[in-house]
């Protein structure tokens, strides 16, 4: 069984030890495993790497195939496993791209890693509209969900996803976490809580950026919104420290 990662330079597998920089459990040290392929394409997406390929223009529809990239690199299960836990981690952040998409690697991966470190904690970085299976959400202790709003460019996909996010907001496993840039995304976000009920403490709203001076920038006004709607923040505290950096 295999799992396909992003790289940070050709050949070398996106894992690295890093400060969580968003969410609920920002500022915790974790080690970080970024994943390859996605099934969304957000035109603002930090990562495209991830997804976008040469002659590969919709990634989420099933008649078009990826090419083969220097971005992606394939591993046996054991293989990842061992590159993992030689960092010595106590907290995982697995990320893509969209995790969910290899969850069956991913339902062999952890096991594996919890026989060598049982106290290991895992969190999964999703965009909320892959399903996960009942064994994923037994083996995760945290998700954090970011559904796209419609500045993502995704709409045709989004019309999918309502269901989900109705199973997502009932888990006290997962936290969720909008990606703003504009008041007519806070607008969205106050909408979609009402429709699914999410609680606003495990609603989080960050701003969209990769530069210090845009998030600053967002931060003033977002922060604002954050306490008119009784809503938590994030920043970004990676962007800060190294910016839009692979492998950061
Ligand atoms: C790259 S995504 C990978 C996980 C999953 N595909 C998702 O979207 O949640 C990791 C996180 O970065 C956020 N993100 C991506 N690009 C961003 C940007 N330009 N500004 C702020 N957050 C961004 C996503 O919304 C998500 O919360
Ligand atoms: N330090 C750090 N924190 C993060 N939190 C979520 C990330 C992601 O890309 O999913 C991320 C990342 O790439 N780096
Ligand atoms: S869902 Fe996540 S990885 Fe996929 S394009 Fe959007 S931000 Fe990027
Ligand atoms: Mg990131």
Redesign the pocket.
């Known amino acids: 069984m295999s799992l396909t990662l992003a790289t940070t330079t050709p050949g070398e597998p996106e894992i690295f030890p890093s400060l969580q920089g968003?969410g609920p459990s920002a500022g915790r040290p974790c080690v970080f495993v970024r994943l390859s392929r996605?099934n969304?394409a957000?035109r603002?997406?930090?990562?495209a790497y991830t997804w976008r390929f040469t002659g590969d223009i919709r990634p989420h529809r099933d008649d078009l195939t990826f090419e083969r990239s220097e971005n992606q690199i394939t591993l046996d299960v054991r293989e990842a496993a061992m590159r993992i836990l030689a960092l010595r981690p106590t907290r995982l952040v697995i990320?893509?791209?969209?995790?969910l998409l290899q969850a069956p690697s991913l339902a062999k991966l952890i096991p594996m890693l919890r026989e060598a470190v049982p106290a290991l904690e895992v969190e999964i970085?999703?965009?909320g509209s892959v399903p996960p299976p009942h064994a994923i959400m037994q083996l995760v202790d945290q998700f954090?969900v970011?559904p796209?709003l419609s500045h993502s460019g995704n709409a045709e996909h989004l019309a999918l996803v309502p269901e989900l996010l109705r199973d997502w907001a009932a888990s006290p496993k997962a936290w969720f976490?909008f990606?703003v840039a504009d008041m007519d995304d806070v607008n969205e976000v106050a909408e979609l809580q009402a429709m699914y009920r999410i609680p606003s403490e495990r609603l989080f709203v960050?701003?969209?950026?990769?530069s210090s001076e845009t998030l600053r920038e967002r931060s003033k006004w977002l922060a604002g919104a954050a306490l008119t709607h009784g809503w938590r923040f994030t920043d970004?505290l990676h962007i800060h420290l190294y910016g839009d950096t692979r492998g950061t």
Not at 44 to 47: A, H, L, V
Not at 206 to 210: A, I
């Open positions: 968003e996605c969304l957000c603002w997406c930090d990562t990320t893509g791209g969209e995790p970085e999703t965009n954090n970011s796209k976490k990606v960050m701003p969209e950026g990769t970004r």
